[in-house]
């Protein structure tokens, strides 16, 4: 295990305290901004002259970022909107995703991401649980939403194109995404305005909005036991607090090593995503850093072109992608000698890839843990750690982690039971949904996370299973109940089950069975209508059809049989 820095914890309980890194303090001192906007206009100012984000070979400014970013919020307050509404953002990793993410905020309003891979039926339910009175998305999922936008509260449609802020290299990058590659599926949203005119349109001058720690930054949508997806809301101190608990963390990295003058971040993880929103854009806003946006993770050739052009520092990523990497011949003659940190987290990070990553890059990965629900990062392993440990790390600071039994007890060390947070990066709740936020919030205010697990005698915690039948795919989350329900709507199926299965690629896959209604039904017919009906991750690779499905004495299917 990590070498142990002497320290008595002052609460005996927090016994993971004598194995922090040194300058790491156990609770994180009181916030110095308000508000996400503060900070960001703090950041602007502070670097206004280094690279924020670059996209396709074109960078943005702080400068230049706070610029455009002031022009989306002063559109947004010219349009009526008022603080606290909700504004959805469906883009992939493109120069426009922190201009419209940080005009948002700095409107004072709530920003709610969506995955551009959604589905109508997907996009709907979220637009209107959500009650989002903006949209923002790129003209690749216009048609999507042109399905469903008029039947939810939505009143201004934004559509940006690939090449909105590339300059004159975005004109051909656009003819390329529209007519070589037919990524433009045709589309039509009467009364939409374009990315370009909102820009060019846009007061400059914007009203003040007196935003408060408590008010509500992001509504971001994840499962539940249940199947139905409900909205975290994150608010402003929850993420301020967790960009100090990963800032205090991060600096233990140049104890031993030399801080360069401005970090690089690899963005490989799409935005929309409770990691790289926090890990990427707020740490690299925050700490004057550079994020190299990587649009198309899954087109390897591509990216690795890329990191041949910019060398990177720190690289957040998933188990998946790092496998996916080092299977590229290009990839493995790269020069790696300017990693100095690689954060494994969204899905476990398997010892074979993690050791043969360290053999061909010569950089460590260090897992961490964390859910959408806590902003995300509630533990971590320690970043001057010489080996693999396999275990999701410890409790980062102001953050209590406790393992408890079925009936709510704190386990022994070493035993099984429930991982529970407590901290201020802990979410309010569930939007709209308090019976749901019950469910998962202790008397005594920990968030219970589904996941089984244990500590040992040094405070370093280990994940075994999950008490929730959630599929992990790729690091995103998929609820059997949601699949379930999806394949039901076929007039084919009597009953099915949906389980996860090991995949080499994605870590878990979700496979289906079927009771068939109708004997003429095949794979390919249930596969096209989830297809329809499901994005791309929650779609079940493998069906198999049964004559009956195993079942409790109350009829109940029993999935872990299954399993």
Known sequence: MNEQVARAP?????????SYPPGVPEEIPPLAHRSLGQLFEDSCARYADRSAFTSMGKSLTFRELEVESRKIAGWLQQQGLEKGDRVAVMLPNVLQNPVIVYGILRAGLTVVNVNPLYTPRELEYQLKD??????????????????????????????ATMGDMLGLKGHIVNLVVRKVKKLVPAWSLPGHSSFKAVLNGAKTTLRPVDVGPHDIAFLQYTGGTTGVSKGAILTHANLLYNKEQMGTWLETAFLNKQRPEQLQFLCALPLYHIFALTVNSLMGVATGSHNLLIANPRDIPAFVKELQKHPVHIFPGLNTL?????????????DHSSLLLVFGGGMSVQRSVAERWLAMTGCQITEGYGLSETSPVATANRLDAKEFSGMIGLPVSSTEIAIRDDDGHDAELGDVGEICIRGPQVMAGYWNRPDETAKVMTADGFFRTGDMGYMDRQGYVKIVDRKKDMILVSGFNVYPNEVEEVAAMHSGVLECAAVGIADPNSGEAVKLFVVKKDESLTEADL????????????RPRVIEFRDQLPKSNVGKILRRELR
């Not at 002052?10 to 004598?18: A, C, G, T, V, Y």
């Not at 939403?145 to 509260?153: G, M, P, R």
């Not at 790092?322 to 790269?334: I, R, T, V």
């Open 322 to 334: 790092f496998n996916a990497l080092m299977n590229n011949a290009d990839f493995q003659k790269l």
């Open 130 to 159: 959500s009650g989002a009175k903006a949209l923002f998305l790129l003209e690749n999922f216009a048609a999507t939403a042109q399905q469903v936008v008029s039947a939810t509260a939505v009143k201004h449609v934004v559509v």
């Open 527 to 538: 596969k096209a209508h989830c297809a329809a009906n499901l994005t791309n991750y929650k």
């Open 10 to 18: 002052s609460n005996p309980r927090k016994i993971w305290l004598k």
